[in-house]
Protein backbone atom coordinates (compact mmCIF):
# COMPACT_ATOMS: atom_id res chain seq x y z
CA UNK A 1 0.00 0.00 0.00
CA UNK A 2 2.86 2.13 0.91
CA UNK A 3 4.43 1.63 -2.79
CA UNK A 4 1.17 2.81 -4.16
CA UNK A 5 1.34 5.71 -2.32
CA UNK A 6 4.03 6.70 -3.38
CA UNK A 7 4.04 6.39 -6.66
CA UNK A 8 0.56 8.72 -6.58
CA UNK A 9 2.24 11.14 -4.71
CA UNK A 10 5.03 11.20 -7.43
CA UNK A 11 2.88 11.02 -10.47
CA UNK A 12 1.07 13.95 -8.97
CA UNK A 13 3.57 15.65 -8.83
CA UNK A 14 4.52 15.19 -12.21
CA UNK A 15 1.25 16.36 -13.47
CA UNK A 16 1.58 19.48 -11.54
CA UNK A 17 5.13 19.98 -13.13
CA UNK A 18 3.49 19.21 -16.57
CA UNK A 19 0.77 22.13 -16.38
CA UNK A 20 3.70 24.55 -15.59
CA UNK A 21 5.47 23.53 -19.04
CA UNK A 22 2.55 23.79 -20.50
CA UNK A 23 1.83 27.19 -19.64
CA UNK A 24 5.39 27.96 -20.31
CA UNK A 25 5.33 27.05 -23.97
CA UNK A 26 2.33 29.85 -24.13
CA UNK A 27 5.12 32.63 -23.24
CA UNK A 28 7.68 34.67 -25.08
CA UNK A 29 10.70 32.69 -23.09
CA UNK A 30 9.14 29.52 -24.78
CA UNK A 31 9.41 31.18 -28.05
CA UNK A 32 13.06 32.40 -27.28
CA UNK A 33 13.87 28.56 -26.37
CA UNK A 34 12.29 26.83 -29.50
CA UNK A 35 14.57 29.31 -31.64
CA UNK A 36 17.64 28.78 -29.51
CA UNK A 37 18.09 32.29 -28.46
CA UNK A 38 17.70 32.06 -24.79
CA UNK A 39 18.87 35.16 -22.96
CA UNK A 40 20.58 35.56 -19.44
CA UNK A 41 17.10 36.88 -18.13
CA UNK A 42 15.18 34.06 -20.05
CA UNK A 43 17.73 31.52 -18.49
CA UNK A 44 17.12 33.19 -15.02
CA UNK A 45 13.71 32.40 -15.43
CA UNK A 46 13.98 28.77 -15.78
CA UNK A 47 16.73 28.62 -12.37
CA UNK A 48 13.77 29.95 -10.39
CA UNK A 49 10.85 28.72 -11.80
CA UNK A 50 12.27 25.08 -12.13
CA UNK A 51 14.17 25.46 -9.00
CA UNK A 52 10.89 26.16 -7.22
CA UNK A 53 9.84 22.70 -8.56
CA UNK A 54 12.38 20.88 -7.85
CA UNK A 55 11.71 22.27 -4.13
CA UNK A 56 8.45 21.57 -4.30
CA UNK A 57 9.39 17.99 -5.70
CA UNK A 58 11.31 17.55 -2.25
CA UNK A 59 8.12 18.93 -0.20
CA UNK A 60 5.52 16.46 -1.96
CA UNK A 61 7.95 13.70 -1.50
CA UNK A 62 7.41 11.06 0.94
CA UNK A 63 10.21 10.36 4.14
CA UNK A 64 11.33 7.16 4.16
CA UNK A 65 13.86 6.33 7.04
CA UNK A 66 15.03 10.08 6.47
CA UNK A 67 15.18 9.65 2.62
CA UNK A 68 12.31 11.36 0.58
CA UNK A 69 11.24 9.58 -2.50
CA UNK A 70 10.62 12.39 -4.85
CA UNK A 71 10.74 13.49 -7.94
CA UNK A 72 12.95 16.75 -7.39
CA UNK A 73 15.44 15.97 -10.28
CA UNK A 74 12.33 16.26 -12.88
CA UNK A 75 12.74 20.31 -12.07
CA UNK A 76 16.46 20.99 -13.41
CA UNK A 77 16.32 18.34 -15.66
CA UNK A 78 13.36 19.88 -17.72
CA UNK A 79 15.30 23.56 -16.97
CA UNK A 80 18.71 21.57 -18.71
CA UNK A 81 16.75 20.31 -21.72
CA UNK A 82 14.99 23.65 -22.05
CA UNK A 83 17.40 26.28 -21.81
CA UNK A 84 20.94 24.24 -22.11
CA UNK A 85 23.44 23.22 -18.95
CA UNK A 86 23.37 26.62 -16.99
CA UNK A 87 19.84 26.64 -16.62
CA UNK A 88 19.47 23.39 -15.30
CA UNK A 89 22.92 23.30 -12.87
CA UNK A 90 21.09 26.89 -11.77
CA UNK A 91 17.49 25.05 -10.74
CA UNK A 92 19.73 22.09 -9.50
CA UNK A 93 21.46 24.36 -7.13
CA UNK A 94 18.06 25.87 -5.68
CA UNK A 95 16.60 22.24 -5.38
CA UNK A 96 19.61 20.57 -4.19
CA UNK A 97 20.43 23.39 -1.50
CA UNK A 98 17.07 23.16 -0.19
CA UNK A 99 17.47 18.91 0.30
CA UNK A 100 20.60 19.67 1.70
CA UNK A 101 19.47 22.01 4.35
CA UNK A 102 16.62 19.75 4.97
CA UNK A 103 18.94 17.08 5.99
CA UNK A 104 19.30 13.41 6.53
CA UNK A 105 22.10 10.73 6.17
CA UNK A 106 21.16 10.34 2.16
CA UNK A 107 21.03 14.60 2.23
CA UNK A 108 24.76 14.84 0.56
CA UNK A 109 24.26 12.40 -2.25
CA UNK A 110 20.78 13.72 -2.98
CA UNK A 111 21.85 17.51 -3.42
CA UNK A 112 24.44 16.38 -5.50
CA UNK A 113 22.41 14.09 -7.86
CA UNK A 114 19.99 17.41 -8.15
CA UNK A 115 22.65 19.49 -9.74
CA UNK A 116 23.88 17.05 -11.42
CA UNK A 117 20.69 15.99 -13.06
CA UNK A 118 20.67 19.81 -14.68
CA UNK A 119 23.81 19.29 -15.66
CA UNK A 120 22.55 15.96 -17.49
CA UNK A 121 19.67 17.63 -18.75
CA UNK A 122 21.75 20.67 -20.34
CA UNK A 123 23.88 18.02 -22.73
CA UNK A 124 20.59 16.87 -23.38
CA UNK A 125 19.80 20.14 -24.48
CA UNK A 126 23.46 20.61 -26.43
CA UNK A 127 23.15 16.96 -28.21
CA UNK A 128 19.45 16.51 -29.44
CA UNK A 129 20.34 20.57 -30.96
CA UNK A 130 16.85 21.62 -32.63
CA UNK A 131 16.00 17.92 -32.38
CA UNK A 132 14.28 17.23 -28.91
CA UNK A 133 14.21 14.22 -27.13
CA UNK A 134 10.96 11.85 -27.81
CA UNK A 135 8.32 10.64 -25.51
CA UNK A 136 10.33 6.91 -25.31
CA UNK A 137 13.83 8.58 -25.41
CA UNK A 138 12.61 10.70 -22.22
CA UNK A 139 11.69 8.36 -19.84
CA UNK A 140 14.53 6.05 -20.60
CA UNK A 141 17.00 8.87 -19.91
CA UNK A 142 14.82 9.81 -16.73
CA UNK A 143 15.07 6.10 -15.57
CA UNK A 144 18.38 5.74 -16.24
CA UNK A 145 19.39 8.96 -14.15
CA UNK A 146 17.49 7.59 -11.36
CA UNK A 147 19.31 4.78 -11.06
CA UNK A 148 22.55 6.60 -11.09
CA UNK A 149 20.94 8.61 -8.52
CA UNK A 150 20.51 5.68 -6.45
CA UNK A 151 23.72 4.53 -7.14
CA UNK A 152 25.06 7.50 -5.75
CA UNK A 153 23.14 7.03 -2.60
CA UNK A 154 24.95 3.49 -2.20
CA UNK A 155 28.28 4.98 -2.55
CA UNK A 156 28.19 8.29 -0.30
CA UNK A 157 25.29 7.58 2.01
CA UNK A 158 26.48 6.09 5.38
CA UNK A 159 25.69 3.11 7.12
CA UNK A 160 25.91 1.34 3.77
CA UNK A 161 22.93 -0.79 5.45
CA UNK A 162 20.58 1.67 5.63
CA UNK A 163 21.23 3.52 2.87
CA UNK A 164 20.28 0.10 0.78
CA UNK A 165 17.19 -0.44 2.78
CA UNK A 166 16.06 3.17 1.63
CA UNK A 167 16.96 2.64 -1.86
CA UNK A 168 14.74 -1.03 -2.34
CA UNK A 169 12.47 1.28 -0.56
CA UNK A 170 12.18 4.24 -3.05
CA UNK A 171 14.02 3.26 -6.39
CA UNK A 172 11.31 1.88 -8.34
CA UNK A 173 8.36 4.41 -7.16
CA UNK A 174 11.36 7.34 -7.80
CA UNK A 175 12.04 5.77 -11.43
CA UNK A 176 8.10 5.59 -12.76
CA UNK A 177 7.18 8.71 -11.31
CA UNK A 178 10.15 10.46 -12.94
CA UNK A 179 9.85 8.33 -16.00
CA UNK A 180 6.46 9.24 -15.69
CA UNK A 181 7.02 13.08 -15.69
CA UNK A 182 9.77 12.95 -17.98
CA UNK A 183 7.95 11.24 -20.90
CA UNK A 184 4.68 13.67 -20.46
CA UNK A 185 7.08 16.54 -20.63
CA UNK A 186 8.58 15.49 -23.91
CA UNK A 187 5.35 14.67 -25.27
CA UNK A 188 3.49 17.99 -24.55
CA UNK A 189 6.68 19.39 -26.28
CA UNK A 190 6.72 17.19 -29.72
CA UNK A 191 2.70 18.22 -29.54
CA UNK A 192 3.45 21.79 -29.27
CA UNK A 193 5.57 21.75 -32.18
CA UNK A 194 3.51 19.80 -34.17
CA UNK A 195 0.78 22.27 -33.29
CA UNK A 196 2.93 25.05 -34.36
CA UNK A 197 3.72 23.43 -37.92
CA UNK A 198 0.34 22.52 -38.39
CA UNK A 199 -0.39 26.64 -37.64
CA UNK A 200 2.24 27.61 -39.71
CA UNK A 201 1.44 25.36 -42.51
CA UNK A 202 -2.19 26.35 -42.01
CA UNK A 203 -1.17 30.27 -41.97
CA UNK A 204 0.99 29.33 -45.41
CA UNK A 205 -1.93 27.62 -47.25
CA UNK A 206 -4.63 30.83 -46.05
CA UNK A 207 -1.86 32.61 -47.15
CA UNK A 208 -1.42 30.93 -50.80
CA UNK A 209 -4.90 31.23 -51.13
CA UNK A 210 -5.67 34.49 -50.94
CA UNK A 211 -3.24 35.23 -53.26
CA UNK A 212 -4.82 32.71 -55.61
CA UNK A 213 -8.14 34.34 -54.74
CA UNK A 214 -6.58 37.83 -55.67
CA UNK A 215 -4.65 36.93 -59.27
CA UNK A 216 -8.03 34.98 -59.89
CA UNK A 217 -9.90 38.05 -59.30
CA UNK A 218 -7.49 40.42 -61.39
CA UNK A 219 -8.19 37.55 -64.24
CA UNK A 220 -12.24 38.86 -64.59
CA UNK A 221 -12.81 41.50 -65.31
CA UNK A 222 -14.12 43.81 -63.06
CA UNK A 223 -13.92 47.53 -63.92
CA UNK A 224 -17.92 48.94 -65.31
CA UNK A 225 -18.69 49.88 -67.30
CA UNK A 226 -16.15 47.84 -69.44
CA UNK A 227 -15.75 50.27 -72.62
CA UNK A 228 -17.44 53.07 -71.92
CA UNK A 229 -17.15 54.18 -75.29
CA UNK A 230 -19.51 51.81 -77.03
CA UNK A 231 -23.35 53.06 -76.53
CA UNK A 232 -24.77 50.19 -78.30
CA UNK A 233 -24.76 47.80 -75.20
CA UNK A 234 -23.71 47.92 -71.53
CA UNK A 235 -22.46 44.99 -68.70
CA UNK A 236 -22.37 44.27 -65.25
CA UNK A 237 -20.91 41.17 -63.48
CA UNK A 238 -19.92 39.49 -60.27
CA UNK A 239 -18.45 36.22 -59.30
CA UNK A 240 -18.50 34.72 -55.26
CA UNK A 241 -16.59 32.02 -54.94
CA UNK A 242 -17.63 29.21 -52.05
CA UNK A 243 -13.76 28.80 -51.21
CA UNK A 244 -11.05 31.61 -51.72
CA UNK A 245 -11.05 30.50 -55.37
CA UNK A 246 -13.82 28.95 -57.38
CA UNK A 247 -14.17 27.43 -60.55
CA UNK A 248 -17.37 29.57 -61.96
CA UNK A 249 -16.25 32.47 -64.45
CA UNK A 250 -16.71 35.21 -66.58
CA UNK A 251 -15.70 37.20 -69.63
CA UNK A 252 -16.54 39.28 -72.50
CA UNK A 253 -14.14 40.87 -75.03
CA UNK A 254 -14.49 42.30 -78.36
CA UNK A 255 -13.39 40.23 -81.27
CA UNK A 256 -14.13 42.86 -83.72
CA UNK A 257 -15.13 46.89 -83.89
CA UNK A 258 -18.55 44.99 -84.69
CA UNK A 259 -18.59 42.10 -82.49
CA UNK A 260 -18.30 41.14 -78.60
CA UNK A 261 -17.88 37.48 -77.52
CA UNK A 262 -19.12 37.12 -73.57
CA UNK A 263 -19.46 33.86 -71.67
CA UNK A 264 -20.35 32.56 -68.35
CA UNK A 265 -18.43 29.07 -67.43
CA UNK A 266 -18.73 26.27 -64.29
CA UNK A 267 -15.99 24.21 -63.99
CA UNK A 268 -16.50 20.62 -62.09
CA UNK A 269 -15.73 20.77 -57.90
CA UNK A 270 -14.21 23.66 -56.52
CA UNK A 271 -10.86 25.14 -54.87
CA UNK A 272 -7.72 25.40 -56.28
CA UNK A 273 -7.84 22.57 -59.14
CA UNK A 274 -11.02 24.38 -60.60
CA UNK A 275 -9.64 27.55 -60.14
CA UNK A 276 -6.66 26.22 -62.39
CA UNK A 277 -8.83 24.53 -64.84
CA UNK A 278 -10.58 27.87 -65.26
CA UNK A 279 -8.19 29.83 -66.01
CA UNK A 280 -6.84 27.16 -68.90
CA UNK A 281 -10.32 26.96 -70.53
CA UNK A 282 -10.84 31.00 -70.41
CA UNK A 283 -7.77 31.67 -72.14
CA UNK A 284 -8.62 28.85 -74.74
CA UNK A 285 -11.59 30.50 -75.32
CA UNK A 286 -10.19 34.17 -75.77
CA UNK A 287 -7.44 32.56 -78.23
CA UNK A 288 -9.86 30.78 -80.28
CA UNK A 289 -13.04 33.60 -80.81
CA UNK A 290 -9.95 35.64 -82.27
CA UNK A 291 -9.82 33.38 -85.01
CA UNK A 292 -13.44 33.53 -85.96
CA UNK A 293 -16.16 31.22 -86.82
CA UNK A 294 -19.62 30.19 -85.06
CA UNK A 295 -19.63 29.33 -81.14
CA UNK A 296 -20.15 26.42 -81.28
CA UNK A 297 -16.99 25.32 -83.62
CA UNK A 298 -15.32 27.94 -81.21
CA UNK A 299 -16.36 25.83 -77.99
CA UNK A 300 -15.76 22.58 -80.19
CA UNK A 301 -11.94 23.78 -80.71
CA UNK A 302 -11.61 24.50 -77.40
CA UNK A 303 -12.68 20.53 -76.22
CA UNK A 304 -10.22 19.62 -78.52
CA UNK A 305 -7.71 21.50 -76.95
CA UNK A 306 -8.81 20.63 -73.38
CA UNK A 307 -9.23 16.87 -73.66
CA UNK A 308 -5.60 15.33 -74.55
CA UNK A 309 -4.35 16.88 -71.00
CA UNK A 310 -7.27 16.54 -68.86
CA UNK A 311 -6.14 12.56 -66.71
CA UNK A 312 -8.88 13.93 -63.85
CA UNK A 313 -11.63 14.23 -66.11
CA UNK A 314 -12.77 17.09 -65.55
CA UNK A 315 -15.17 19.22 -67.15
CA UNK A 316 -16.44 22.71 -67.38
CA UNK A 317 -20.39 24.16 -68.31
CA UNK A 318 -19.66 26.78 -70.62
CA UNK A 319 -22.31 29.36 -72.47
CA UNK A 320 -20.79 31.16 -75.22
CA UNK A 321 -22.18 34.35 -76.98
CA UNK A 322 -21.44 36.73 -79.72
CA UNK A 323 -23.03 39.86 -80.09
CA UNK A 324 -23.40 41.71 -83.27
CA UNK A 325 -23.57 45.40 -81.84
CA UNK A 326 -24.70 46.91 -85.67
CA UNK A 327 -28.10 45.06 -85.23
CA UNK A 328 -28.20 43.22 -81.66
CA UNK A 329 -28.92 39.65 -83.06
CA UNK A 330 -26.55 37.07 -80.76
CA UNK A 331 -25.66 33.72 -81.76
CA UNK A 332 -24.80 31.52 -78.75
CA UNK A 333 -23.64 27.82 -77.76
CA UNK A 334 -24.21 26.19 -75.34
CA UNK A 335 -21.90 23.26 -73.58
CA UNK A 336 -24.13 21.64 -70.66
CA UNK A 337 -24.56 25.39 -68.74
CA UNK A 338 -27.90 26.70 -66.77
CA UNK A 339 -29.97 28.31 -70.02
CA UNK A 340 -29.88 32.33 -69.83
CA UNK A 341 -32.85 34.69 -69.54
CA UNK A 342 -33.91 37.09 -71.98
CA UNK A 343 -35.95 40.40 -70.60
CA UNK A 344 -37.88 42.55 -73.21
CA UNK A 345 -40.38 44.98 -72.03
CA UNK A 346 -43.68 43.11 -73.59
CA UNK A 347 -42.80 40.30 -71.79
CA UNK A 348 -40.79 40.73 -68.75
CA UNK A 349 -37.93 38.08 -68.09
CA UNK A 350 -38.44 34.62 -69.35
CA UNK A 351 -36.04 31.62 -69.93
CA UNK A 352 -34.43 30.86 -73.56
CA UNK A 353 -34.60 27.24 -75.19
CA UNK A 354 -31.54 26.04 -75.69
CA UNK A 355 -29.54 22.54 -76.79
CA UNK A 356 -28.07 21.23 -73.57
CA UNK A 357 -25.23 20.67 -75.38
CA UNK A 358 -22.17 18.39 -73.35
CA UNK A 359 -19.85 19.66 -71.40
CA UNK A 360 -16.65 20.72 -72.22
CA UNK A 361 -13.01 18.47 -71.16
CA UNK A 362 -13.72 14.58 -70.71
CA UNK A 363 -14.80 13.33 -74.58
CA UNK A 364 -12.53 13.99 -77.56
CA UNK A 365 -15.45 15.51 -79.72
CA UNK A 366 -18.59 17.57 -78.48
CA UNK A 367 -21.91 17.56 -80.67
CA UNK A 368 -23.07 21.42 -80.22
CA UNK A 369 -24.91 24.03 -82.31
CA UNK A 370 -25.19 27.55 -82.67
CA UNK A 371 -28.84 29.09 -81.90
CA UNK A 372 -29.77 33.05 -82.78
CA UNK A 373 -31.43 35.40 -80.69
CA UNK A 374 -32.39 39.08 -81.83
CA UNK A 375 -32.13 41.58 -78.83
CA UNK A 376 -33.80 45.02 -79.18
CA UNK A 377 -33.18 48.17 -77.45
CA UNK A 378 -33.12 47.81 -73.59
CA UNK A 379 -33.66 43.85 -73.85
CA UNK A 380 -31.76 41.92 -71.09
CA UNK A 381 -29.84 38.97 -70.86
CA UNK A 382 -28.89 37.10 -68.11
CA UNK A 383 -26.54 34.20 -67.45
CA UNK A 384 -26.28 33.12 -64.48
CA UNK A 385 -24.30 29.52 -62.87
CA UNK A 386 -26.00 26.68 -61.13
CA UNK A 387 -24.52 28.04 -57.70
CA UNK A 388 -27.71 30.65 -58.08
CA UNK A 389 -30.47 27.91 -58.87
CA UNK A 390 -28.97 25.18 -56.56
CA UNK A 391 -28.42 27.61 -53.14
CA UNK A 392 -30.14 26.15 -50.05
CA UNK A 393 -31.89 27.97 -47.67
CA UNK A 394 -31.37 25.96 -43.71
CA UNK A 395 -33.83 23.50 -44.80
CA UNK A 396 -32.70 22.25 -47.65
CA UNK A 397 -34.58 23.29 -50.21
CA UNK A 398 -33.34 24.95 -53.60
CA UNK A 399 -33.47 28.50 -54.57
CA UNK A 400 -34.62 27.07 -58.09
CA UNK A 401 -34.97 27.98 -61.68
CA UNK A 402 -38.79 29.07 -60.95
CA UNK A 403 -37.27 31.36 -57.91
CA UNK A 404 -34.63 32.62 -59.68
CA UNK A 405 -37.17 33.92 -62.72
CA UNK A 406 -39.84 35.14 -60.56
CA UNK A 407 -37.41 37.08 -58.59
CA UNK A 408 -35.88 38.85 -61.54
CA UNK A 409 -39.46 39.23 -62.99
CA UNK A 410 -40.45 41.51 -60.00
CA UNK A 411 -37.30 43.47 -59.83
CA UNK A 412 -37.25 47.18 -60.26
CA UNK A 413 -33.75 48.07 -60.64
CA UNK A 414 -32.64 51.40 -62.06
CA UNK A 415 -29.30 49.47 -63.55
CA UNK A 416 -27.47 46.38 -64.44
CA UNK A 417 -25.35 46.38 -61.19
CA UNK A 418 -28.42 46.92 -59.41
CA UNK A 419 -30.13 44.10 -61.15
CA UNK A 420 -27.16 41.90 -59.84
CA UNK A 421 -26.98 43.22 -56.40
CA UNK A 422 -30.34 42.89 -55.86
CA UNK A 423 -30.33 39.41 -56.73
CA UNK A 424 -27.51 38.63 -54.80
CA UNK A 425 -29.00 39.99 -51.82
CA UNK A 426 -32.07 37.73 -52.50
CA UNK A 427 -29.75 34.83 -52.52
CA UNK A 428 -27.72 35.67 -49.40
CA UNK A 429 -32.05 36.37 -47.43
CA UNK A 430 -33.14 32.98 -48.91
CA UNK A 431 -29.73 30.68 -47.68
CA UNK A 432 -29.73 32.52 -44.23
CA UNK A 433 -27.37 30.53 -41.90
CA UNK A 434 -26.97 27.48 -44.41
CA UNK A 435 -22.95 27.89 -45.75
CA UNK A 436 -22.51 28.75 -49.69
CA UNK A 437 -22.39 25.48 -51.26
CA UNK A 438 -21.37 26.58 -54.73
CA UNK A 439 -19.85 29.74 -56.32
CA UNK A 440 -22.60 32.20 -57.56
CA UNK A 441 -21.72 33.58 -60.82
CA UNK A 442 -24.03 36.34 -62.42
CA UNK A 443 -23.87 38.21 -65.72
CA UNK A 444 -26.17 40.55 -67.38
CA UNK A 445 -26.10 42.29 -70.75
CA UNK A 446 -28.30 44.98 -71.84
CA UNK A 447 -28.59 46.16 -75.73
CA UNK A 448 -28.86 50.00 -76.18
CA UNK A 449 -28.66 50.81 -79.36
CA UNK A 450 -31.68 52.20 -81.19
Not at 71 to 82: K, N, Q, S, V, Y
Not at 220 to 249: T, Y
Not at 359 to 380: A, H, Y
Not at 390 to 419: C, H, I, T, V, Y
Request: with cysteine; charged share 20%; proline share 5%.
Amino acid sequence: MQFVDMVVKLIEYACVLMVVVYLLTRTKIYLSIEQKKVNWKGRLVLIVLFGLLSIYGTLAGINIFGAIANTRDLGPEIAGMFGGPLAGIGAGIVGGVHRFLRGGFTAVPCSLATIIAGLAGGLIYLFRKTRFITPLGAALFATLYEIFHMLLVLLLAKPFDKALVVVQQISLPMILGNAFGASVFSFIIHNYRKEQETKTAKEKIESELKIAHDIQESMLPRIFPPFPDRKEFDIFAMMDPAKDVGGDFYDFFLITEKKLGFLIADVSGKGVPAALFMVITKTLIRNEAQKGDSPHEILSRVNKLLYPDNDTCMFVTTLFAILNADTGEVEFANAGHNPPLIYRKSQGFEFVKVDGGFVLGPMPTVKLTTSRIQLNRNDIMFLYTDGVTEAMNPEGKLFSENRLKQLLSQSKPDSLKGLIQYVRKEIANYAQTAPQSDDITLFALEYLKQ
